[in-house]
């Protein structure tokens, strides 16, 4: 198969995000776009953090605590792991680490 060329879609990384988070009992039907992290969904830090090194492998991108402080709505999350992954497609393992 051509995993490889696997496209990234705002519904393949929301799928993710939302196995991910509905196995730590926040209800599916309350992952959306626009929720925020903690004031909607009620997960903490640790939770982010685990989610965040999901994505991380998922989509062989890299989400820096900077970029992972302004990623403060499900949406956020998406559309960054959207452009990022497209855009480091060609270039993975430039940083060598």
């Known amino acids: 198969m051509a995993e490889q060329s696997t496209r990234v879609t705002d519904e ?3 799928k993710v995000i939302v196995d991910h988070l ?3 009992g926040v ?3 309350r992952i959306v776009r626009g929720a925020t992290w903690k004031a909607d969904l009620g997960i903490d830090s640790l939770d982010i953090l685990t989610l965040t ?4 492998d998922t989509f062989h991108v890299k989400i ?3 970029d992972a402080i302004d990623l403060r709505t ?3 999350a998406v559309d960054f792991i959207v452009r990022t992954s497209g855009a480091g497609t060609a ?3 430039a940083h060598g680490g």
């Open 91 to 93: 270039g993975e393992g």
């Open 27 to 29: 209800s599916a039907e």
């Open 53 to 56: 090194q999901e994505l991380e």
């Open 22 to 24: 509905v196995v730590r």
């Open 12 to 14: 393949t990384v929301m």
């Open 64 to 66: 820096g605590e900077e």
């Open 74 to 76: 499900v949406g956020d």
